[in-house]
């Protein structure tokens, strides 16, 4: 039975809950896709295991929304966060999915347009992304 729905999960620093709210608000009006928030202390808590579960989970994409590497209260969390999602888009790659189905978007205090405009742009290629698990038959 295939899923109607495309699943994003999208894992967040506290800091960033109201602009994370709003992106949410815009995506709910498509209907087309089901939206899992998860909120970490920082992104940079957030490990290669807890992107590629949500995969395994069902999700077709998985956002991170941080904060700007010189404005993290941690120092060094939004560059762990860097990291992480680009060492689980090389996974990805080996296993024969899409690198671009986990992405990090840094979320300044007032997002520009081209921001929401990235962040529409790879929610739009996720609905096109054949299901993770169909892909790994």
Same mark, same amino acid.
């Given at each position: 039975?295939?899923?109607?729905?495309?699943? =994003?999960?999208? @894992?967040? *620093?506290?800091?960033?809950?109201? +602009?994370?709210?709003?992106?949410?608000?815009?995506?709910? $009006?498509?209907?087309?896709?089901?939206?899992?928030?998860?909120?970490?202390?920082?992104?940079?808590?957030?490990?290669?295991?807890?992107?590629?579960?949500?995969?395994?989970?069902?999700?077709?994409? =998985?956002?991170? @929304?941080? *904060?700007?590497?010189?404005?993290? +209260?941690?120092?060094?969390?939004?560059?762990?966060?860097? $990291?992480?999602?680009?060492?689980?888009?090389?996974?990805?790659?080996?296993?024969?999915?899409?690198?671009?189905?986990?992405?990090?978007?840094?979320?300044?205090?007032?997002?520009?347009?081209?921001?929401?405009?990235?962040?529409?742009?790879?929610?739009?290629?996720?609905?096109?992304?054949?299901?993770?698990?169909?892909?790994?038959?």
């Amino acid at each position: 039975m295939k899923k109607q729905q495309k699943e =994003i999960t999208i @894992f967040y *620093c506290t800091r960033q809950r109201e +602009r994370v709210a709003q992106i949410v608000e815009g995506f709910n $009006g498509s209907g087309v896709l089901k939206i899992r928030k998860v909120a970490l202390p920082c992104s940079g808590k957030l490990e290669v295991f807890q992107l590629t579960k949500a995969l395994e989970n069902g999700a077709d994409g =998985i956002a991170l @929304f941080g *904060c700007p590497e010189e404005e993290c +209260r941690y120092m060094v969390g939004s560059s762990r966060a860097k $990291g992480r999602v680009a060492y689980t888009g090389k996974i990805l790659e080996t296993i024969g999915l899409e690198k671009e189905r986990v992405r990090r978007f840094v979320l300044q205090s007032q997002p520009g347009q081209e921001t929401l405009k990235a962040i529409s742009d790879w929610a739009e290629k996720v609905k096109t992304m054949r299901p993770v698990l169909e892909n790994l038959k």
